[in-house]
């Protein structure tokens, strides 16, 4: 198992990547580098957004939530 596999706590299984610092399992339950783990809602929009550091332009993962109209 390599480094950026994670095991879900709820049912064991591993998790799958979605980007770098952000996995997801099958029963609902995620992991972000900067919160742990979590567990989704139906209304959590993943996304990546770009930031500029230094001269670098990076892709960050980001968690935005759908506008309850």
Known sequence: MG?????C???GRK???QFI???HCKCGI??????GFFE????????LERRTIG?????IPVIRYKNGE
């Open 3 to 7: 480094t950026s596999n994670k095991v």
């Open 30 to 35: 995620s992991w972000k580098k900067d919160i």
């Open 15 to 17: 998790m799958k990547q």
């Open 40 to 47: 989704r809602t139906s209304d959590m929009i993943f996304a």
């Open 21 to 23: 610092g952000l996995q």
């Open 55 to 59: 001269k670098k332009v990076r892709q």
């Open 9 to 11: 706590p709820v049912c």
